[in-house]
C-alpha cells in the first residue's frame, strides 16, 4: 500500500535490506524449520544471530542509524522506519533478536556522549557488529518508575566507583561484552540528576549473569544481572556524572519508533497470512473468507493497520523536519504495539483450531507481540508522556 512520498533512495534502501534478508537469513531459518515449528524455536538461535548481526554490518545496514559524526549513516527516522518494518515483516526470528538491525543490544544514539577512549573501546566495535551490549536499568522494584532503581554507586578514595546492585528483565545479557549499568550517586538528587550511567564489562570481578527468566516468548529470554562490588574507573561514566537519564533520552524516541515499525511489519506477516489461510480454507462448501464474520476480522486488522502505518510514517517524517520527538515516537509505539496485539489475536481466530496449534507457526508471535506494549514503556506510561504534551 503506497503511503507518503517516500523518497526513492530510501525505496532502494528498503529494497536491499529485503534482498539481504531472503539471500541470507531466510535459509537459515528453513534449514531449521521443523523444529521451529515443534519449539517456536532453534537451538543454534544465538549464533547464527552473532554471525549475521556481523554480516549486517559488513553490508552497512547494521549502523545505518547512527548520526554520521561517529561513523553511521544517518539515516533518517523515516528511513529507520522502513528497514525496521520490512525486516519484520516476512515472520522471521532472526530478524526480531537484533540480528539485522539494532535497538536495545547494539550502538544507539545514547552513545553520543562517549569520550573518544569510550568510543574506541565500546561503541565503534558495538558499530562494526564486534561487541554486544545491553541496558541495565530495570530493577525488581523499579520498572516504569525508573527513580526508584536501587542500585548504588560509591566513590573510592582512590577515585574509582563501586557499584553494588542487582538488574532484571536485561535484553542481550547474557551475550553483551559490556553493560550499561545505572546506578545511584546521589541519593538525594535521584529524581533531579542523582543517577550516573557507567559501562561495566562482564569479565570485571563482581559482575555475573545469575539468572536466565523465561517469558511467554519461545525466543525471548533477558537475564538477571547483579554486580557485587564491581569496581569502574572514573573514566567509565558515559556523560556527566549524576545526569545518567539525560543519556539514556537520547536513544528513547528511535528505539519507540522501531519498535512501531516492527509491530507494523509484524501485523502485515499476520494479516497478509490469514487473508492467504481465508480463501484456501474451505468449511460448508466455499472458502470461509466468504463468511461475513471472517471477512469482518480481516477488513479491521487491514484497517487498523493502515491507519497506524500512515500515522507511524507521518510522525517519523515529523521527527525529520525538526519536531522533539516527544510525542511523536510515544504515540507510534502505542498505536502500534496496541494494533499488532488485536491482528494477532483475529489472526488466531481466523486459523480457528490450526491457529492455536504450534505446526501453523503462528501462536508464538502471538506471544511474542505481547511483550511490545511492555518494554520501552508500557501503553500506560505512553499515554501518560502523550497527555503531558497535550498540556493536561
Sequence with gaps: MPLLNIPDELLELRSSLHQFIEREVRPIEDAHRQEILDTGTFETLKEESLKLRKRSAELGFYALHMPEEVGGGGLSYLGQVLLHEEAARDGLILPQIESVLPVISGPTAIYIDCTE?????????????????????????????????????TKTT??????????????????????????????????????????????????????????????????????????????????KEGFGFYSAVRGINGARLQIAARALGLAQYLLDRSTEYATERVAFGQPIGKNQYVQGMLV??????????????????????????????????????????RVADRAIQVHGGNGFMTELGLEPWYRDVRAMRLYEGTSEILRTNIAKTLGL
Excluded at 569510550?118 to 525488581?140: G, N, V, W
Excluded at 563482581?206 to 574507573?233: A, C, D, H, K, W
Excluded at 500512515?310 to 516527544?326: H, K, M, N, P, Q
Design 300 to 341: 479491521d486488522s487491514y484497517a487498523e493497520l493502515a491507519q497506524a502505518r500512515l500515522l507511524v510514517y507521518s510522525l517519523a517524517t515529523e521527527i525529520d523536519e525538526g519536531a522533539d520527538g516527544r510525542r511523536q515516537a510515544a504515540l507510534s509505539k502505542y498505536v502500534a504495539t496496541e494494533m499488532v496485539g
Design 117 to 153: 577512549a569510550q568510543r574506541e573501546k565500546y561503541l565503534f566495535p558495538l558499530m562494526s557488529a564486534d561487541k554486544i551490549t545491553c541496558f541495565a536499568l530495570t530493577e525488581p522494584g523499579a520498572g516504569s518508575d525508573a527513580t526508584r532503581i536501587q542500585t548504588k554507586a
Design 158 to 239: 582512590q577515585g574509582t566507583w563501586v557499584i553494588e546492585g542487582r538488574k532484571h528483565f536485561i535484553t542481550g545479557g547474557q551475550e553483551a561484552h559490556f553493560a550499561l549499568v545505572f546506578a545511584v550517586t546521589d541519593p538525594e538528587k535521584r529524581a533531579q540528576g542523582g543517577i550516573t550511567a557507567f559501562f561495566v564489562d562482564a569479565d570485571t570481578r563482581g559482575y555475573s549473569v545469575t539468572r536466565i527468566q523465561r517469558t511467554m516468548s519461545p525466543y525471548q529470554n533477558p537475564v538477571e544481572l547483579t554486580f557485587e562490588g564491581v569496581e569502574v574507573p572514573e573514566s567509565n561514566i558515559l556523560g
